[in-house]
């Protein structure tokens, strides 16, 4: 894979050493580079300049149909589904906590540590309430729950530059202010990188263009 500037090339990638492709802003892809892809699983994604997703090239799903089966069969079965909707629930809403706990661990002696403390106890008791859940609605009032009080104080874990990066409530489409903006970003990005944590291809790369 190769990446031309002016007719000059910048970079210069062996196509196995790679699992995604990022064009941010359009830099154009060759029928070639397309095809090489699709041949080697090597997913290819168009973004805008402003990081919006506006196509993507995907290789062929190989899939395994017994657990593609079991997977529907799970999604029909409200005992099953309440039970894997519970369990990535409270993954988010537990890892919320670490990194507040981590920041506590951090920065305890801090005027806002206590502020932080709070939410860590707010969601302990979302987390113990989420176990308890009998149904997904349920769920989703504890997701929306532990993300705002997360929110609450996530101002609090930004330590450089706080004057340009404050932070005063997560807000989306559009996103109102840098941090905003940045975790939008982010976010679009976790559908590329997502693909390789699940496959556990961890010796293979993206490349952001």
């Given at each position: 894979?190769?990446?031309?500037?002016?007719?000059?090339v910048?970079?210069?990638?062996?196509?196995?050493?790679?699992?995604?492709?990022?064009?941010?802003?359009?830099?154009?892809?060759?029928?070639?580079?397309?095809?090489?892809?699709?041949?080697?699983?090597?997913?290819?994604?168009?973004?805008?300049?402003?990081?919006?997703?506006?196509?993507?090239?995907?290789?062929?799903?190989?899939?395994?149909?017994?657990?593609?089966?079991?997977?529907?069969?799970?999604?029909?079965?409200?005992?099953?589904?309440?039970?894997?909707?519970?369990?990535?629930?409270?993954?988010?809403?537990?890892?919320?906590?670490?990194?507040?706990?981590?920041?506590?661990?951090?920065?305890?002696?801090?005027?806002?540590?206590?502020?932080?403390?709070?939410?860590?106890?707010?969601?302990?008791?979302?987390?113990?309430?989420?176990?308890?859940?009998?149904?997904?609605?349920?769920?989703?009032?504890?997701?929306?729950?532990?993300?705002?009080?997360?929110?609450?104080?996530?101002?609090?874990?930004?330590r450089?530059?706080?004057?340009?990066?404050?932070?005063?409530?997560?807000s989306?489409?559009?996103?109102?202010?840098?941090?905003?903006?940045?975790?939008?970003f982010?976010?679009?990005?976790?559908?590329?990188?997502?693909?390789?944590?699940?496959?556990?291809?961890?010796?293979?790369?993206?490349?952001?263009?």
């Amino acid at each position: 894979m190769l990446v031309r500037v002016d007719d000059e090339v910048r970079l210069r990638v062996p196509i196995h050493n790679l699992e995604a492709i990022v064009s941010m802003g359009y830099t154009g892809a060759s029928p070639a580079l397309m095809q090489l892809c699709a041949e080697r699983g090597v997913a290819l994604a168009f973004h805008s300049e402003n990081s919006r997703l506006l196509a993507r090239l995907t290789p062929a799903n190989k899939g395994n149909v017994l657990l593609r089966k079991r997977q529907y069969q799970m999604y029909d079965n409200d005992a099953d589904s309440l039970e894997v909707s519970r369990n990535v629930i409270l993954g988010k809403l537990g890892n919320c906590r670490t990194v507040l706990q981590r920041f506590l661990r951090d920065y305890g002696a801090e005027d806002c540590a206590f502020e932080v403390k709070t939410a860590v106890n707010h969601l302990s008791g979302i987390i113990d309430h989420a176990r308890r859940s009998t149904s997904i609605n349920s769920l989703r009032g504890n997701e929306g729950d532990g993300a705002r009080r997360y929110y609450s104080v996530f101002d609090h874990l930004i330590r450089n530059q706080k004057p340009a990066l404050s932070f005063n409530g997560r807000s989306r489409r559009p996103p109102l202010d840098r941090v905003n903006a940045l975790l939008s970003f982010l976010y679009s990005m976790y559908d590329v990188a997502e693909h390789i944590f699940c496959n556990n291809n961890i010796n293979r790369k993206i490349v952001y263009i």
